[in-house]
């Protein structure tokens, strides 16, 4: 065959064993250690995305529960402060009631401080009155008589 282009010899037989012995020898010390380079690889990432899916279900756990005990501090502040409303209207009507109390008390010992001064100056009136009387009584019977 020597007129052919392509001529099958011993060297293609050589070539054919030294590409499967390249092939081995890249499978062996490239390929494999990539490969297995590469597994461990996607098994950290596995991980990786696991724990982070953890992560974020407890985080997403942990602002539920903090919003429940803001709720819940909002309620009792809520609570605290219409009791603490309650407390001072309750103190005020109290404070208005007592005041008035006070104040009617005060008006009536001053009604009662001008009725009895009121009652004194119209005893001394009267008496006042009563010598006048006598006073006129006498001079007109002293006229007279």
Do not use: C, H
């Not at 008006?107 to 006073?135: G, N, T």
Request: charged residues 40%.
């Amino acid at each position: 065959m020597e007129g052919s282009i392509v001529a099958i010899d011993w060297t293609l037989i050589v070539q054919a064993i030294n590409f499967l012995i390249f092939m081995v020898l890249i499978n062996k010390f490239l390929f494999k250690p990539l490969l297995n380079l590469m597994e461990e690889r996607e098994k950290e990432l596995e991980s990786v995305y696991s724990e982070a899916e953890a992560l974020k279900a407890k985080a997403e756990e942990l602002f539920k529960e903090v919003e429940e005990i803001l709720a819940k501090a909002k309620e009792e502040a809520k609570k605290l402060i219409d009791t603490a409303v309650k407390e001072a209207r309750e103190e005020r009507e109290r404070i208005i009631s007592q005041a008035q109390e006070e104040a009617s008390v005060k008006v009536e010992k001053a009604k009662e401080e001008i009725w009895q001064a009121f009652e004194s100056e119209k005893s001394k009136l009267e008496a006042e009155a009563e010598k006048l009387a006598e006073e006129i009584v006498k001079k007109i019977l002293g006229k007279v008589a």
